[in-house]
């Protein structure tokens, strides 16, 4: 079981940067892909990031390829996204996601795939 808490959210003007967080309890952490996922009002949650337990491997939706980071520290049990060259249509819930895996490939871009979430961490980004 594991517990995932979300931070870092706010808000910033187009171009900024922000870095989430992704806090997870549990001492097997280190055995879990993780993976990011946005939700904007009326429309439907999308894949935005994912990293394999070790942080080898990553993913990223082609929408924020070259602009966000993901990356994790297991030893703090954390995983990050930075966010940089923020625009106004990266508005929206960010939510953290997790699933046991200890494929050296980070876990896909279907949420139906991934076991627990987080409580989600709002990001407005300003014109």
């Known amino acids: 079981q594991v517990q995932l808490v979300e931070s870092g959210g706010g808000l910033v003007q187009a171009g900024g940067s922000l870095r989430l967080s992704c806090a997870a309890s549990g001492r097997t952490f280190s055995s879990y892909a993780v993976g990011w996922f946005r939700q904007a009002p009326g429309k439907e949650r999308e894949f935005v990031a994912a990293?394999?337990?070790?942080?080898?491997?990553?993913y990223y939706a082609d929408s924020v390829k070259g602009r966000f980071t993901i990356s994790r520290d297991n030893a703090k049990n954390t995983v990050y996204l930075q966010m940089n060259s923020l625009k106004p249509e990266d508005t929206a819930v960010y939510y953290c996601?997790?699933?046991?895996?200890?494929?050296?490939?980070?876990?896909?871009?279907?949420?139906?795939?991934?076991?627990?979430w987080g409580q989600g961490t709002q990001v407005t980004v300003s014109s």
């Open positions: 996601a997790a699933k046991r895996s200890l494929s050296t490939v980070a876990a896909g871009p279907d949420p139906r795939d991934y076991d627990y």
């Open positions: 990293i394999n337990w070790s942080g080898g491997s990553t």
